[in-house]
């Protein structure tokens, strides 16, 4: 079974490391990443956790001090395609005590790769006399 996220979640081809890989007590690999030098994101590593089916099931990205700010947990999956796919992802990001968090849930039904837009939506076309107003980001 292929798996949709790459094996390290684009994390190399960012420059992270691999700096180590060892097994949990669940059995799953636990990858640990160290960010490029020179990088200002705040990031002190990145953990990836990989199932024995070869998901990734959980990352968490630890900043500099190694204190925890987001974990995301991937669950239900699914095959679509020939892909694996998760269909319940949990962010939940921590605020700076370490206690307190904001939790995002994403469930996904009816999943589906690659569809045929409806004419209407593939050909959607701006009206002459709407005005578009490019923004800066």
Known sequence: MRTLLSQDRGLSAAGFKL????????????????????????????????SDQGNIVRSETLGQKGRLITTMDYSRFIQVQGYAF??????????PDGLEQVEMQVHYDDVRFNISLPPNIADFKLP??????????
Do not use: H, K
Request: no cysteine; glycine share 8%; proline share 6%.
């Open 86 to 95: 998760p269909q319940t992802v949990i962010t939940r990001q921590y605020l």
């Open 19 to 50: 700096d180590s890989l060892e097994y949990d007590e669940q059995g799953r690999a636990v990858s640990r990443w160290l960010p490029p030098e020179g990088d200002v994101s705040g990031i002190g590593e990145v953990r990836l956790f990989t």
């Open 128 to 137: 002459d006399d709407v005005q578009v107003q490019e923004l800066e980001w």
